[in-house]
């Protein structure tokens, strides 16, 4: 899990390990978002690796939370959220968080995974927004010197292959593949585009300075939380709310 964090401070341990060295709670912290993770025991009085669990604490910006459960979850090969004792485990959750069950504890899970995978769809979308625009503008633009029609419908045909992979990506929840193809899909859009786009004797320079960007991809990044596309055809931006409230994360442990 922390593996997965942008910039992570170095983990402290509020509880160190003693003589049971399953037992502790660590911190860290990534940018704006706080991350506490507790190991316990919660069935076969810890003599088992099994019978252990982990608590994961989640403080920061909704967009920060649910990427790192995104990516978590992508990563996992089994559903964090499942127990492999669950009448121990309820009885665990029970006497320490009395207002959450099992049930309640997926829905949390999931909410999270839910608002990534929405915003992709969104981001995605805007996209395919974009290329429509940029092809209406294509149609009615002729050659110029620095402009070619026919190496611009190259570009707008790599924009929709891109399209495809991103989709692809998203159903197969891999997060830095979608935004890999975003990527080449903004880029192919500037190159389509008859007002940003240069194929022949314009220097690179110029090409930078009026450069639009079609969208700031800023997934790990609190301040932003939407999808930037104002300077592009005037689509509109993309806004997610802040106001998820705060949950608590349990998740088991499968090493045997």
Known sequence: LISLLENPETPTFTA??????????LETTSGQLKLTIT????WGFGLFNSGYLNTITLEGPINLRSRIIYDLTSALAYKPWEFKHLSSARKWVKRKFPGLDEKKNQ?????????SNQRFQEIIQVMKEAREKVSQKVKITESTEYWNKQKADVSLAAADFDLELAKGALADNNAPAVERAIARIEASLI???PETGVHDNEQKEDLEKQRIIISEITMDDGNHSEVNVDSINQIN??????????VDLTIDSEQE
């Open 16 to 25: 160190p390990p003693s003589y049971n060295e399953q037992k502790w709670t």
């Open 39 to 42: 190991s316990d025991s919660y």
């Open 107 to 115: 829905n949390n899970w999931l909410e999270l995974i839910e608002y």
């Open 191 to 193: 190159e389509a585009d």
């Open 237 to 246: 931006s993309v806004s997610f709310e802040e106001d998820i409230p705060f």
